[in-house]
Every structure is written in C-alpha cells, then in structure tokens.
C-alpha cells in the first residue's frame, strides 16, 4: 500500500543510518516505500538466510571476464590501460499492460557487495549487495541473436513468454567504458498474464535466485531519482525512456 512521502523519507532516512561505506542497505525498504508489488521469486529475506561465508578470494580465471592490459600510442607516448575483456549484454524494459506498471527484478550481485568493503576490512551486511535492475543477460549463447536472448532472458527471469517479433530495440549503451567497454543492448517488450509461463526467477541451477517486482509507473521517476536506492544504469535509461514514450503517448 502507498504511504506518505514523510514516512518514505523516514524509511530511507532510517536505511541511511545503516550506511556501510559508502552506500545505503535500503533494497528491502524501498520495496515498500515505492509501492513495489511482489510478482515472484524467491523472497530477499529467505536469500540473505541462505547466504554464507562471503569473502574475496584470489582470482583464478574465468569464462566471464579476462583482466588485461591494452597497450597503445598516443601522440608518441606509449600507454597501457587496464580493463576486463568481458561479453555484450541485453536488457529489457518491461511494461505489464494490466498493472501499468514496470517489471523489475532484484538480486545479490557479490561485485555490488564486494565493492563496499571498508579499507579496514569491515564487511557491510549481506542485504548491502541486493541490486534493482532490467531483466537483462549476457550474450552468450550460441546461435543466437540478442533480441532472441532478449526473449530466453524474460522467460527465464521473470517468466513471460514473449513474441519475438514483439520485442522492439530501444538503443545500446557502453557499460563502464573504462573498464568493460562492453556493449549492453536495451529493448522494449509488453507483458500481460496471459503471457505468464512460470514464476520466472532465473536459473536454479546457475544458482540465480532473482524476485520480480511490478513498479507502478507513478513511482517509477522518484524510485529512478533516489540515490539511495541501489540501481543499475541499464535501469534508469530504460525507466526514463518508458516514462518519456508513455508521456508522449507513443507506447
Ligand atoms: N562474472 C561472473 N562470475 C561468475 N558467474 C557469472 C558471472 N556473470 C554471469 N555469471 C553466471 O552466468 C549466469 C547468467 O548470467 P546472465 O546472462 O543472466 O547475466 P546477468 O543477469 O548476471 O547480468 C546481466 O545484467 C547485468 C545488469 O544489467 C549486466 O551488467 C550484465 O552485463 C548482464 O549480462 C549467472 O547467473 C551466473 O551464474
């Protein structure tokens, strides 16, 4: 149920004094502060239960990303700079035609954890790693097109299947141009429930665990426009642009 903005501002005010490093624990308070309603998945609190011995360890290679240094010159000065080779990716905006509303999901990223350990060492808490984002995925399936993996992802995600014809590209980005370079692909698909074909969720087996929110479109400027709610990029270019084509009466 949508309360007051005064209790918003109390809720977040109160996630605020839980501050970590650098960045709020308030993932499971602005579910409530923005109106989110719960479509799937498996419940933040039943994850974090489930969460143990999160810690750094050395890296040891991996099929997702590859530090390197490239090397080059500029003007007659020979410079390196470093990166990690990594893969393109897609991400969706989602309207739910019947809620009127947009399909987000929510996830533990460990990077997004990882990233707010303190200099003395000093661990945040596990709910500090839970991230707002599209439904989105890596393009790394054989044989397929990114708008193709773009359908595989809302199926597997949030559990809608999708004419592939239905789904319509938006623009691409350049995600983190100093250290991915990568390109994410942003495309845009209408659901309904009579397009529900499972709960959605993500992979068991590769261990996702990511719940689906529908975010009514009247809180979807202050829900992009609060720093201290932990988003992704993809999320606001994609919620701005959904807000933009519904003002404009194009979508
Ligand atoms: N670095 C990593 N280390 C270990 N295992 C990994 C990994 N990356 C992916 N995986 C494994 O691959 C599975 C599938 O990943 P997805 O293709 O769904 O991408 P994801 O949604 O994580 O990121 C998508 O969403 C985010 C947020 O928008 C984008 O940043 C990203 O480019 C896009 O693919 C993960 O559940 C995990 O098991």
């Given amino acids: ?92 905006v989602l309207y739910h035609t019947e809620l009127d509303a947009a399909i987000v999901v929510r996830q533990f990223r460990p990077p997004v954890w990882a990233s707010q350990i303190g200099e003395d060492g000093r661990k945040p808490e596990v709910e500090a790693g839970f991230t707002y984002e599209l439904c989105a995925g890596l393009i790394d399936k054989e044989g397929l097109s990114p708008k193709e993996i773009a359908r595989e992802e809302i199926l597997e995600e949030v559990g809608y299947d999708v004419e592939l014809e239905s789904i319509t590209g938006i623009t691409s980005y350049v995600h983190a141009c100093a250290h991915l370079g990568t390109e994410e692909q942003i495309f845009y698909a209408e659901v309904d429930e009579s397009m529900r074909a499972s709960s959605g969720g993500g992979l068991s087996d590769d261990g996702e665990a990511i719940e689906v929110f529908a975010l009514p479109m009247g809180q979807a400027l202050s829900f992009v426009l609060e720093s201290e709610v932990p988003k992704s990029a993809a999320l606001i270019i994609g919620l701005q642009w959904l807000l933009n084509a519904k003002r404009a009466g194009g979508k």
């Fill in 1 to 92: 149920m949508w309360t007051s903005r005064v209790g918003r501002v109390a809720r977040l005010n109160a996630c605020l004094a839980k501050v970590t490093r650098r960045r709020c624990t308030c993932s499971a308070s602005a579910e409530e502060a923005y109106d989110l309603h719960r479509l799937s998945g498996p419940r933040l609190t039943d994850t974090v239960g489930q969460l143990k011995d999160l810690r750094i360890q050395e890296f040891k290679g991996s099929r997702y990303v590859v530090p390197s240094t490239v090397a080059f010159n500029l003007n007659g000065n020979g410079r390196t700079w470093d990166m990690i080779q990594s893969m393109g990716s897609v991400a969706i």
